[in-house]
C-alpha cells in the first residue's frame, strides 16, 4: 500500500500544480498548447526509443503473455468504442480515442514499481513486457487510425488519396519512428552512445510529470464534476473490463507460469496512463474524457489494485 501511495499522491500533486497555476494565471492557455507539443514530439519520443531500445527481446518474449495481454488491449479497446457508438452517436475517430484511454495502463510509472515491490525482482520482466506492449499495440494502432481518419475528413483525392495521405502522415509521425527505432535497437542488441543515451533519459524522464502539469491546466477550465462522470465508462473498462479479459484468457487459452499470470493482470488492471492524454491532445479528441479518466481511475485504483494484491496473495 505504501509503495501505492507513494507513485498516486505525485501524480495527483502534479495535476493540482497544473491546476492551480492556471486558475492563479501564473500559467495560461498557451503553455498547454506548448508543453503537449513538447511531449509529443519530444519527451515522448524520447522515452519511448529510450525504453524499447533497453528491453532484453530474448529475454522478454513470452508468447502466451504477449497473446493475452494483446487480446486484452484490444477487446476493451473495441467493447469501449462501440459503447461509445451506441450510447454517445461516437464516430471512429471518438471511439478510437475512447479505447486508447480504456487500455492504455500506467505501467512504467506504477505498474514496474508496484510489482517489484510486492512480488519481487523476477515481476519486473513481465511489468516491462507491459509496457512495451503499451506502446506499440496502442500507442501505434492509435496514431494508425487516427492518422486515417484525419486524412478522411479532409477528403483530399478520393479513396487513394486517404490511403497516400495517410502514409505520408504516418511517415512523418514521431511516435511511430520511435516505436520503429527502439524496436530495432532492442532487436539488433544495438547500444546507444552514452551521451545520447542519457539525452534521451533526460527527456523520457520529463514526459510524465509535463503530461500531469498539462491535464491540471486543461482540467482548470472545465466544469470537473461534469468531465468525471463523462470518464465512468472508460475508467470502468480500465479498471475492471481490462483486467478481467486478460485473467480469462491466462486462465483458459494462454496459461502460464503463476507470476506471469498475476503480472498480466496486475498490469491490466493499472489505471489510465498520461499518454493516453497526450495523444487525445495531439488530435483534439475525448480531452475532456482523458483527462477525467487518468485522475478517476487514479483515484479508483487505490481500492482495485489493493483488492487485487490481497487476492493474488491469498492464491
Known sequence: ????????????????????AARLNILGPAIFEALNKFVYYLAMPALLI?????APVDDILNWNFIAAFTIGIVATWLTVGLAGRVLFGDGLADGTMRGVVASYGNNGYLGIPLAAAAFGDAAIVPASLSVLLNSVVIMTGAVVILEFCRVRVSGSGGGSGVL????????SNPLIWAVVIGLVLSA????????????????????APSALVA???????????KLLAAAA?????????FPLIVWLL???????????????VLMAGMPV?????????HYRLRLGDASAAIVLSTASSLVTLSLMLILMANG
Not at 497516400?164 to 511517415?171: C, D, V, Y
Not at 491535464?215 to 464534476?225: D, E, K, M, N, Q
Request: hydrophobic share 60%; aromatic share 8%.
Open 273 to 281: 496512463g498520461a499518454n493516453a492524454f497526450v495523444i487525445a491532445g
Open 233 to 241: 465508462i472508460p475508467s470502468l473498462g480500465k479498471l475492471a473490463l
Open 50 to 54: 529510450g525504453s524499447l531500445a533497453a
Open 215 to 225: 491535464i491540471g491546466l486543461f482540467l482548470a477550465a472545465r466544469p470537473v464534476v
Open 250 to 264: 491466462t486462465l483458459y487459452v494462454f496459461p502460464l507460469e503463476p507470476l506471469w499470470a498475476m503480472m498480466a
Open 188 to 207: 539488433t542488441g544495438a547500444e546507444l552512445p552514452l551521451s545520447i543515451e542519457r539525452m534521451f533519459a533526460m527527456l523520457g524522464q520529463a514526459a
Open 164 to 171: 497516400r495521405n495517410s502514409g505520408k502522415a504516418l511517415a
Open 1 to 20: 500500500m505504501e509503495t501505492l501511495l507513494s507513485a498516486v499522491i505525485p501524480a495527483f500533486a502534479l495535476i493540482a500544480i497544473g491546476y492551480g
